[in-house]
């Protein structure tokens, strides 16, 4: 029901069309009791300060914020989470007395995705393809998890580089290793004792390009006995296809996205949610993706 009190959340990005955020926010409303709706804004980039303003006085409870806003929104918050600092990026603002406070969900909701899948990562030897703004809150998500050796692989090493040294004083006690080919890494992940884990934050395989994989070595996927892909669309990526096929485990970003999104929720309400309606909300961003 909709009334005089009903709170506006939304999702700021250019496009939005195809956004699931808007099916997983009304049912996690629906599913917690929360009088709110969630409106996907398609907004150009010259009217973003206008839009946060326009926000603020309307009283849009919160906002998440996708591709290519993430940064952009920075100089318009009031503050930010130690998160959002760290990742110098963020996809959540909560409305306060002061203003917009931006968070980033997306390092917590990975964690959470690498619990609920039963993936652990203490004292873990990981991969990292990609070295992008996934990437960042990847390698954040793994080295909070407590990894023990994390190998990122960038085709521009520099950027693997710049990763590192922008997390990597922050968890002195993972060695952190950087090359610029898939074959490379496998010569440190041949010295590893056991089964690596790959986390694969590139944009290579999503679809439409369903056919491509950021690395076809075989010996890359022997040596990896989980596989994580943060694409959700495909529901396979044809890394999680070489991964299984090597008789790994192969997971996909679908849970990633779901818990962002939690987070968010939760944020913005001040609760914290259980796995209760996990399997449900899975459902409904499914049944969203196939309507797209
Ligand atoms: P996102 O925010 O989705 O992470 P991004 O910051 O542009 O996007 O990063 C894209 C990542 O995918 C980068 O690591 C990029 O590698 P480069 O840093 O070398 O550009 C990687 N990537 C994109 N296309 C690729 C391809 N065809 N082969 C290998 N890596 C690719």
């Not at 917009?100 to 619990?115: E, I, Q």
């Not at 002195?172 to 041949?190: Q, Y």
């Not at 590139?202 to 994989?213: A, C, I, K, L, W």
């Amino acid at each position: 029901m909709i009334d005089s009190k009903t709170g506006l959340y939304g999702l700021i990005g250019h496009p939005v069309g195809h956004s699931v955020s808007p099916a997983l926010q009304n049912a996690l409303m629906d599913l917690y009791g929360i009088n709110g709706v969630y409106l996907a804004f398609d907004i150009e980039e010259d009217d973003l300060e206008d839009t946060l303003i326009g926000g603020e006085v309307m009283g849009v409870k919160g906002f998440n914020v996708t591709v290519p806003y993430k940064q952009a929104v920075i100089p318009f918050m009031t503050s930010l989470s130690v998160e959002a600092e760290r990742l110098s990026a963020v996809n959540t603002l909560k409305l306060t007395e002061e203003g917009y406070v931006g968070y980033n969900t997306d390092m917590p909701g990975l964690m959470r995705a690498f619990k609920y899948d039963g993936v652990e990562l203490k004292d873990r030897e990981v991969v990292l393809l990609g070295a992008g703004g996934a990437a960042a809150a990847a390698l954040a998500a793994v080295l909070e998890s407590g990894a023990g050796h994390v190998v990122i692989v960038n085709r521009t090493k520099l950027k693997a580089e710049q990763l590192k040294n922008r997390f990597g004083r922050f968890y002195e006690k993972c060695r952190i290793e950087c090359v610029s080919a898939a074959a490379e890494a496998v010569s440190l992940m041949k010295a590893g004792g056991r089964g690596w884990m790959a986390l694969q934050s590139t944009s290579v395989g999503m679809f439409p390009d369903v056919g491509s994989v950021v690395t076809d070595n075989e010996e890359f996927y022997s040596l990896t006995d989980t596989g994580y892909d943060i694409i959700f669309n495909p529901e396979e990526t044809l890394f999680m296809k070489k991964v299984r096929a090597a008789g790994g485990a192969a997971f996909n970003g679908l849970r990633m996205l779901l818990f962002q999104g939690m987070r968010s929720f939760e944020i913005w309400n001040g609760i914290e949610t259980d796995d209760t309606h996990v399997e449900k909300l899975l459902k409904i961003m499914e049944e969203a993706l196939k309507r797209r």
